[in-house]
């Protein structure tokens, strides 16, 4: 089965930026879409970015300023944060659509193989 783990995150300035990556093992990212989600303290967790065969979808506040993007060769999807808000302090998962053919969905619970997160503290 394959295992997602995040890293590349860290304590980051206002307006900074990091890159988060995603690596699988035990496996290939063979998943038709990938994701990032969040969780701050106290809410729920949210979709950041999806990366699909139609291209890519930022649902929430990050258009613009976050990009998703994914190397199937080297098992690895990434997300580029520039512009960095104090807001944008959350745990950064990433996630695997559980279905062969990918419907559109942002729904955490159609993504599975969640790796452990990644803290991202961003500070004003």
């Known amino acids: 089965q394959v295992q997602l783990v995040e890293s590349g995150g860290g304590l980051v300035q206002a307006g900074g930026s990091l890159r988060l990556s995603c690596t699988a093992s035990?496996?290939?990212?063979?998943?038709?879409?990938m994701a990032w989600f969040r969780q701050a303290p106290g809410k729920e967790r949210e979709v950041v970015a999806v990366?699909?065969?139609?291209?890519?979808a930022y649902p929430g506040s990050t258009k613009g300023r976050f990009t998703i993007s994914r190397d199937n060769a080297k098992n690895t999807v990434w997300l580029q944060m520039n512009s960095l808000k104090s807001e944008d302090s959350a745990v950064y998962y990433c996630?695997?659509?559980?279905?062969?053919?990918?419907?559109?969905?942002?729904?955490?619970?159609?993504?599975?193989?969640w790796g452990p997160g990644t803290q991202v503290t961003v500070s004003s």
């Open positions: 996630a695997a659509f559980q279905e062969t053919h990918y419907t559109g969905s942002v729904r955490d619970t159609d993504f599975g193989s």
């Open positions: 035990g496996g290939t990212l063979s998943s038709p879409a």
């Open positions: 990366i699909n065969p139609r291209g890519t």
